[in-house]
């Protein structure tokens, strides 16, 4: 097989073809590189039999749609340098289970990893790079993803990013995290519980947070314009400062609480 390599728009292409069946394997000579990483538009789309793919470890994007259709394909770890994947590039890969982002990761683009229904983990590495921002239906219609492992330096997610994935339970959101947009984590009918970590009591309010729980192994006092449930780390320090704590970790009211509500 020849590859072509676009002088203007970077592109690569089998033969002017987006399309090529019935073979598992193909290498992308290091001619197809522009200096920055390996630019693809549809290039190994529908390639049904494709079932690994091992990136160079200079590559910085992967195009749109490039390996759409890989319903072969079980797994990707994609090497540090990687900072951009574009619109539906692993758009409905059905075997795929797991996927490892590299620590320069930037943007995941519209529908880039949507009804991959066999996705279960995903996990993003601490980034070097000062935003990560994750698009609209990035993550779209996975229905067996469960565990997603965010960065601390995710600041956006955009509107049905994690749209009707529902075996997701716990998330957990780091204190980067600037933006939510509408219907993100709609149709996700079984989580449980949602921790936004590092957001200040008054966000927590904003967001329509009507009860804060606030842990404590110090006594911190505490303050928020909602009711506030302080609780301590031990026994010691609930009976010590008992004007400002309400409970200690373990107290069978606590366990009753959680349990009921």
Same mark, same amino acid.
């Given at each position: 097989n020849t590859y072509y390599l676009d002088p203007i728009t970077g592109e690569v292409y089998r033969n002017g073809y987006y399309e090529i069946d019935g073979t598992s394997y193909y290498l992308i000579p290091p001619s197809t590189s522009d200096g920055n990483g390996w630019k693809t538009t549809g290039a190994?789309?529908?390639?049904y039999n494709l079932k690994s793919i091992t990136f160079g470890s200079n590559l910085q994007y992967i195009g749109n749609h490039a390996f759409?259709?890989?319903q072969s394909l079980t797994d990707i770890v994609f090497p540090e340098s990687v900072q951009y994947i574009g619109n539906g590039c692993f758009y409905h890969a059905t075997s795929l289970e797991s996927i490892n982002f590299g620590t320069k990761l930037e943007t995941i683009a519209e529908s880039a990893f949507a009804v991959c229904s066999s996705l279960k983990s995903i996990v993003f590495a601490e980034c070097d790079s000062p935003r990560l921002e994750i698009s609209k239906y990035a993550f779209g219609c996975d229905s067996s993803l469960s565990s997603v492992q965010f960065s601390g330096s995710l600041q956006y997610l955009s509107a049905y990013a994690f749209f009707n994935c529902p075996l997701m339970r716990n998330l957990v959101f780091p204190s980067s995290l600037f933006e939510v947009e509408r219907n993100a984590f709609s149709l996700?009918?079984? +989580?449980k519980s949602a921790t936004?970590?590092?957001l200040p009591p008054t966000g927590l309010s904003a967001s329509g947070?009507?009860? +804060?729980l606030f842990t404590t192994g110090r006594g911190t006092p505490f303050a928020a314009p +909602?009711?506030?449930l302080k609780i301590a780390t031990n026994p010691t320090l609930a009976a010590f400062k008992s004007g400002w704590i309400d409970f200690a970790a373990g107290?069978?009211? +606590?366990c009753d609480l959680v349990d009921r509500y």
């Open positions: 190994f789309s529908c390639c759409s259709e890989s996700m009918g079984g +989580v936004f970590l590092g947070a009507n009860l +804060v +909602v009711p506030t107290d069978e009211k +606590v």
